[in-house]
């Protein structure tokens, strides 16, 4: 059974009303600037971008993996915090 943070916030990231529309537009946006550069053969930025996108992809699979096992937040959900 998860903490009661923990469930709180699985209910708020599951909740379809949070969804904002910008997010399709900011998309649009980072299709439009990775096809220049596919168009301008500048394979160091897309590469780049495509390694930040992987490590991005790294932390959330292990810090899901840690909320499953455990059943509490994952790392950065309690980094730094004190036990009452």
């Known amino acids: 059974m998860p903490t ?3 469930a709180q916030a699985l ?6 009303s949070q969804y904002q529309w910008y997010v ?7 299709v439009y ?3 220049v550069e596919v168009e301008r053969k500048n394979w ?4 780049a ?3 930040f ?3 991005d992809w790294f932390n959330e699979i292990w810090n899901s993996l840690i909320f499953h ?3 509490y937040a994952p790392a950065w959900g309690h980094l730094g915090r004190q036990p009452i």
């Open 11 to 16: 209910s708020i990231l599951r909740d379809g």
């Open 49 to 51: 971008g495509l390694a």
């Open 33 to 35: 600037v990775y096809a």
């Open 53 to 55: 996108w992987g490590m």
């Open 69 to 71: 096992f455990t059943n």
């Open 4 to 6: 009661e943070s923990a």
């Open 44 to 47: 160091n930025l897309i590469f």
């Open 24 to 30: 399709i537009t900011l998309f649009a946006f980072v």
